[in-house]
Nanobody
Framework: QVQLVESGGGLVQTGDSLRLSCAASGRAFSSYNMAWFRQAPGKDRDFVSAISWSEDTTYYADSVKGRFAISRDNAKNTVYLQMNSLKPEDTAVYYC?????????????????WGQGTQVTVSS
């Protein structure tokens, strides 16, 4: 069992940066593959980025490539999402997710544990 708590969201302007954090409790965090998803009002939950348990593989949605960076600190049981050059279309609730299985990292159904989400709002 893993509990996930996101933080770091807020209201920013276009071009600003934010760093989201996801703190995990429970055992064996370092064995979980982690990801960030986001959901805007009235839309599906979309994949943003993922990182493997060993940190050697990362994935990004095309819409955030070159602007966002995912990382993890297994000693602190935390995964991060550095978001730069934010745009109004990045506005959404951002969710952290964890899974042990190996599969398509971009699919929400592949993940077993979810945080409660943190709101990111980018004004134009």
């Amino acid at each position: 069992q893993v509990q996930l708590v996101e933080s770091g969201g807020g209201l920013v302007q276009t071009g600003d940066s934010l760093r989201l954090s996801c703190a995990a409790s429970g055992r064996a965090f370092s064995s979980y593959n982690m990801a960030w998803f986001r959901q805007a009002p009235g839309k599906d939950r979309d994949f943003v980025s993922a990182i493997s348990w060993s940190e050697d593989t990362t994935y990004y949605a095309d819409s955030v490539k070159g602007r966002f960076a995912i990382s993890r600190d297994n000693a602190k049981n935390t995964v991060y999402l550095q978001m730069n050059s934010l745009k109004p279309e990045d506005t959404a609730v951002y969710y952290c997710a964890a899974r042990r299985r190996v599969g398509d990292a971009t699919l929400p159904d592949e993940y077993d544990y979810w945080g409660q989400g943190t709101q990111v709002t980018v004004s134009s």
